[in-house]
């Protein structure tokens, strides 16, 4: 079978699953056409201009693409592609994913989603959430319009969904550090370093013994909740920079607890990958995380107290085991993948 992959935002976890899916459906001839993870905007709204004349002149047995690309406007440009059955995969999408304060707040990247999802023939989730979400967010927004909206458009998208993760590449565990928490996130607004830190100074004043592990994209000038833990607790901060991909590994081997405190999270799969390699994971009790993690790995979404409350007993004890993610990796989830590209 020959298949077009469009992914037109490569990041880390986009480009992960773009590769594996390549990679290990081998027997499938894939074209892959990716553009780099940046200009958000214009990427979601331009990609069918981006690749006007770079898609190749055949015609694929179907279409395997991003919630990133505009599925409607792409097919509309290129008459061949109407018939061709695609499956539109949903790493995050735009009704739940929090706006900055000086970001241009508009609908089209929603617009390119619901249009998108109404083009294709699948529509795939990485998580409940996600789906969820999704749905609910096109009821409310299409409820405010002011009139000539039909009253089904959430239920045609839910009866061709479905759920399925990407999967996760297993970290081997190395020589634990029980007193290393690690941060593994980009340093934005959306991951809320800011209640992170407030964490760690809590931690810090109360005397109680922790390292950190500062990891994930930062800006080239330092944001300010990282700038202030290298300040106030320089001596704790063993680890600090976005790093090779075997260093990173490395260090996800040596942590004993990983954190989010995210305002977005869709599936996680940077926490997934530190559990895999036997880090415990302390997490928001909202978005994806009650979906994949029991009870005892939450905390409630924004407290800062309790947040800091619950590593100082886990640092000062023990923290509970890991919790077990093998269904969700590579190995749990090829047959998944195989029967949804053969379908």
Same mark, same amino acid.
């Given at each position: 079978?020959?298949?077009?992959?469009?992914?037109?935002?490569?990041?880390?976890?986009?480009?992960?699953?773009?590769?594996?899916?390549?990679?290990?459906?081998?027997?499938?001839?894939?074209?892959?056409?990716?553009?780099?993870?940046?200009?958000?905007?214009?990427?979601?709204?331009?990609?069918?201009?981006?690749?006007?004349?770079?898609?190749?002149?055949?015609?694929?047995?179907?279409?395997?693409?991003?919630?990133?690309?505009?599925?409607?406007?792409?097919?509309?440009?290129?008459?061949?592609?109407?018939?061709?059955?695609?499956?539109?995969?949903?790493?995050?999408?735009?009704?739940?994913?929090?706006?900055?304060?000086?970001?241009?707040?508009?609908?089209?990247? $929603?617009?390119?989603?619901?249009?998108?999802?109404?083009?294709?023939?699948?529509?795939?989730?990485?998580?409940?959430?996600?789906?969820?979400?999704?749905?609910?967010?096109?009821?409310?927004?299409?409820?405010?319009?002011?009139?000539?909206?039909?009253?089904?458009?959430? /239920?045609?998208?839910?009866?061709?969904? /479905?759920?399925?993760?990407?999967?996760?590449?297993?970290?081997?565990?190395?020589?634990?550090?029980?007193?290393?928490?690690?941060?593994?996130?980009?340093?934005?607004?959306?991951?809320?370093?800011?209640?992170?830190?407030?964490?760690?100074? $809590?931690?810090?004043?109360?005397?109680?013994?922790?390292?950190?592990?500062?990891?994930?994209?930062?800006?080239?000038?330092?944001?300010?909740?990282?700038? $202030?833990?290298?300040?106030?607790?320089?001596?704790?901060?063993?680890?600090?920079?976005?790093?090779?991909?075997?260093?990173?590994?490395?260090?996800?081997?040596?942590?004993?607890?990983?954190?989010?405190?995210?305002?977005?999270?869709?599936? !996680?799969?940077?926490?997934?990958?530190?559990?895999?390699?036997?880090?415990?994971?302390?997490?928001?009790?909202?978005?994806?995380?009650?979906?994949?993690?029991?009870?005892?790995?939450?905390?409630?979404?924004?407290?800062?107290?309790?947040?800091?409350?619950?590593?100082? !007993?886990?640092? $000062?004890?023990?923290?509970?085991?890991?919790?077990?993610?093998?269904?969700?990796?590579? /190995?749990?989830?090829?047959?998944?993948?195989?029967?949804?590209?053969?379908?």
């Amino acid at each position: 079978m020959n298949a077009w992959l469009l992914s037109p935002y490569r990041t880390d976890s986009h480009a992960h699953w773009a590769d594996w899916l390549t990679d290990t459906f081998d027997h499938i001839n894939w074209h892959k056409l990716e553009l780099p993870g940046r200009h958000f905007r214009w990427r979601i709204r331009g990609n069918p201009l981006s690749w006007l004349t770079q898609l190749p002149n055949n015609k694929p047995d179907f279409i395997v693409a991003t919630s990133m690309v505009d599925l409607a406007t792409l097919k509309g440009l290129h008459p061949r592609l109407a018939t061709v059955p695609a499956l539109y995969y949903f790493h995050e999408n735009q009704f739940a994913y929090p706006a900055g304060e000086h970001q241009v707040r508009s609908i089209e990247p $929603q617009m390119v989603q619901l249009y998108g999802a109404l083009a294709a023939e699948r529509c795939v989730f990485n998580s409940r959430y996600n789906l969820e979400s999704f749905l609910h967010g096109i009821d409310a927004l299409l409820g405010n319009m002011p009139d000539a909206v039909p009253d089904n458009v959430s /239920s045609l998208i839910r009866d061709k969904a /479905s759920v399925l993760p990407v999967p996760v590449k297993p970290v081997a565990p190395g020589l634990k550090n029980n007193k290393l928490i690690l941060w593994n996130h980009r340093w934005e607004y959306d991951k809320q370093p800011d209640l992170f830190v407030g964490a760690m100074m $809590q931690l810090h004043e109360s005397g109680v013994e922790f390292e950190l592990a500062l990891l994930g994209a930062r800006p080239a000038v330092a944001p300010a909740a990282l700038q $202030q833990l290298r300040d106030i607790m320089p001596r704790r901060i063993v680890y600090d920079g976005k790093v090779d991909a075997a260093t990173y590994r490395r260090i996800l081997g040596e942590s004993r607890i990983v954190v989010s405190t995210s305002r977005h999270e869709f599936q !996680g799969l940077a926490i997934m990958e530190a559990v895999s390699a036997g880090a415990t994971p302390l997490l928001p009790d909202s978005l994806c995380y009650p979906e994949y993690y029991a009870s005892q790995y939450l905390y409630p979404d924004g407290d800062v107290d309790a947040l800091a409350s619950t590593l100082s !007993g886990w640092l $000062q004890h023990a923290a509970p085991e890991p919790p077990d993610i093998t269904p969700w990796l590579q /190995s749990s989830l090829q047959a998944a993948w195989r029967q949804l590209l053969q379908g």
